[in-house]
Structure formats: C-alpha cells, structure tokens
C-alpha cells in the first residue's frame, strides 16, 4: 500500500527564517509521482510542484526547493527566507494509476 | 481566481436530511474529484470523474451518491449522514487522467459541512 508521511504537524518560524517541510513517502511501484500543494486560509488547495519518480533532480522556483531522493524515500521542500504570507498547510502527495495519497499536511506559521 | 467554484460554503444538515453540494469548473478539464478533509486526517479521495464517468470509488459509504452531469459540474448528494461526516469536502479538477503522467489538480475553497 502506498503511504504518504508528514511527521511535522506544526511549524512556527519568525519571517525571514528558514523552514523546511519533511515528506516521506512508502511505495512497491518504480513509476510514481510526487506533488506538493499549498493550502492557504481560504481552502482551496494549490498546486506546487510535481516530480516523477525518474527525475531527481532538484528544483529551485524563487524562494521555494525541493530535495527529492529516492535512497531515503523524500521528497521535502525548504522555503527560503519565509515570509507571513507562506502561512498556509502544506500536502505532500504521492500518485500512482490515479491512486492519490496524501499526507497529513503540515501547518506552517509565519511570525513577523 | 480559482477556476473551480463550490456552493454551498457552509452546510449545516440533520442526520435526516438530504442535500446536495455543487461544484462547477470554467477551466475546461476532463476529470473532477470529491475529496475528504477531516480534522488532522490525510486528504481522502473519495470519487474520481473522467468525461462524466466514474473511474474511482474509494469505499464511500452509498450515503454519499456523486453525479457528474457534463465535465464542468460535479455533484455530491447527501442523505442520513453521521456526525463523523462533518469535514471540509473539496471538489478538485484536471485536464485529465493521463495514464502515465497524473496532472496536477485545481481545487475549490470546499465546503464545510457539519452534520448534527
């Protein structure tokens, strides 16, 4: 069975600082997807980024990276110098064959 | 501006009534989806649409009946729920249901429903 694994439940940091959220994922298929979406006060969930499990390259869009590596089953995301506006929960996800899991979420508090 | 619309917002319903929540999106998909969020529990899948027909049904307890009338609206019916049924229900969507590459999913603000 697939799994999806987001040990932190709440983080709280002062803007400016650094803050990385942990995704661990268990999987038997060699093709598998990873997402991570944003879900902001408002609710609707927001799409972040998506990685194949092929391509573990990492990835770096302004403030936000991903560290996916395979060897440990991790797919995490650092978000650079927070500001108040990242306040939101975060989802990892893992999607096979439209089997879709996702973590419990991590709910992620900017200070100013 | 999110592209995929839900009313109600808020539902309060007895364990006796029926009702029904509406989602609609103006994105032009293929595939929408009814997800469960519950107080500090994993998203739930609970159905998955894909031009109109189910392909997904994850144990859903028959009181919760979908429809999906046309690709850009989904329904969920409610009747005799439990107060465990309380939860935010998200209706999400996608351009479709590739059988390799799963696209990513644009999701509505959800409804809250409560269940006395």
């Known amino acids: 069975a697939q799994k999806v694994t987001q040990a932190q439940t709440e983080i709280s940091v002062v803007e400016k600082e650094d803050v990385t959220l942990d995704c661990v994922y268990e999987t038997r298929d060699t093709t598998y997807y990873l997402f991570w979406y944003k879900q902001p006060p408002s609710g609707e969930l927001v799409f972040l980024i998506r990685r194949n499990s092929f391509d573990e390259q990492n990835e770096i869009s302004g403030r936000y990276s991903w560290n996916f590596q395979k060897s440990t089953s991790s797919f995490n995301f650092t978000i650079t110098a927070s500001q108040v506006v990242d306040s939101a929960v975060y989802f990892c996800?893992?999607?096979?064959?439209?089997?879709?899991?996702f973590g419990a979420g991590t709910r992620l508090t900017v200070k100013p | 501006e999110t592209g995929v619309t839900q009313t109600p917002r808020h539902l309060v319903m007895g364990m006796t009534n029926k009702k029904s929540l509406k989602c609609e999106q103006h994105?032009?998909?293929?595939?929408m989806y009814w997800y469960k969020q519950s107080a500090k529990k994993p998203l739930e899948l609970m159905f998955v649409y894909s031009l109109e027909e189910r392909v997904e049904n994850n144990s859903v307890p028959s009181r919760f009946s979908p429809e999906c009338p046309n690709s850009s609206h989904l329904f969920l019916h409610l009747h005799t729920l439990q107060p465990e049924d309380s939860a935010l229900y998200l209706c999400?969507?996608?351009?479709?249901?590739?059988?390799?590459?799963?696209?990513?999913?644009?999701f509505g603000p959800g409804t809250r429903l409560t269940v006395t």
């Open positions: 999400a969507s996608s351009p479709g249901l590739a059988g390799g590459a799963p696209y990513e999913q644009y």
């Open positions: 994105l032009g998909h293929n595939a």
């Open positions: 996800a893992l999607v096979n064959n439209n089997d879709m899991r």
